[in-house]
């Protein structure tokens, strides 16, 4: 139910992020951590919630309409970890706290409405945005540019993998023109990294770029298309995305972002991404 196996990109993403902002202030990375874990297993919590009806018609495997877990439960449990989480990071800081209410009030409006509505990729986007913001908040210089641009850049790649993730359930044909998303940070590493950065841009562009080709063959094969296969690999690439994003810290630092990647694969072994 909580999707465990994504928590390494979460992770990897508060680190990018407080990197973007400066970095420094590593006292407060323990409870950025813990407070997004909390807040993203939250949301995965009542995201099964609120698709209580939809999952007893459609995926009755799913813990609620199996009997596993009473609804009530999963609803307390839910609200109770996005509670925990806002209250890790309010003991950071005002400002941190403050955008994590904007995080969590995303979460809700995600989990609300992400069966009904078209466009609720670009709501997952933004959870993935805030919670970039909300770890550069914590660094040395805050909210920078370069926090709120490779932000974007994090969005649009969710944006071209979450429009993928509609079409998991089936082995129908996909639209292919939401993959395009999926090249956004590499055009913006390339484009905003200059002179002594440039070599490793374009190194760990190669690499973002070999895995989304990667990714994208289970669903571009049409004998075993698999969006599925595609979704969880992409997911786990968020790592890539990330570590792309702070391109120009010491190759010793992009071992950190080389080990949650290969965390996420391994947890997905065992819990599906999706």
Same mark, same amino acid.
């Given at each position: ?8 990109? !979460? ?14 202030? %590593? ?8 407070? @997004? ?7 995965? $919590? ?87 913001? /909300? @770890? ?8 920078? #540019? ?9 969005? %649009? ?14 082995? %129908?044909? &996909? ?7 999926? @090249? &956004?940070?590499? $055009?913006? =590493? ?5 002179? !002594? ?5 374009? +190194? ?8 989304? !080709?990667?990714?994208?063959? $289970? &669903? ?15 997911? =786990? #690439? /968020? !790592? ?12 010793? $630092? =992009? ?8 965390? @996420?694969?391994? +947890? ?7």
């Amino acid at each position: 139910m909580g999707r465990t196996s994504n928590l390494p990109t !979460v992770w990897s993403n508060c680190l990018a992020g407080w990197v973007l902002g400066g970095g420094g202030n %590593a006292r407060s990375l323990f409870p950025l951590l813990l407070g @997004a874990t909390l807040l993203y297993l939250g949301g995965m $919590f009542l995201n099964d919630a609120f698709d209580e009806r939809f999952d007893a018609q459609h995926r009755r495997e799913r813990p609620i309409p199996s009997g596993a877990v009473s609804a009530q439960s999963v609803w307390q449990i839910g609200f109770g970890l996005l509670a925990a989480g806002l209250a890790c990071l309010f003991l950071i800081g005002t400002i941190t706290g403050v955008l994590g209410l904007l995080l969590a009030g995303c979460i809700l409006i995600y989990d609300a409405v992400h069966k009904v509505i078209t466009l609720s990729p670009i709501l997952m986007a933004g959870c993935r945005f805030l919670l970039y913001v /909300i @770890a550069a908040s914590i660094g040395a210089e805050g909210v920078t #540019g370069w926090a709120v641009w490779c932000g974007l850049a994090l969005a %649009a790649y969710v944006v071209g993998l979450s429009f993928l993730a509609r079409k998991e359930s089936t082995r %129908a044909a &996909v639209n292919y023109w939401p993959c395009l998303a999926l @090249a &956004v940070p590499i $055009f913006l =590493a390339l484009l905003m990294n200059a002179g !002594v950065y440039r070599q490793n841009a374009w +190194l760990l562009s190669a690499v973002l770029g070999l895995w989304i !080709v990667r990714s994208l063959r $289970f &669903v571009i094969r049409e004998a075993d298309r698999n969006a599925g296969r595609a979704v969880s690999s992409l997911l =786990a #690439g /968020i !790592v890539l995305v990330d570590l792309l994003a702070v391109a120009d810290l010491p190759h010793g $630092f =992009a071992l950190i972002f080389i080990a949650l990647l290969l965390l @996420a694969l391994q +947890l997905q072994r065992f819990v599906p991404a999706t």
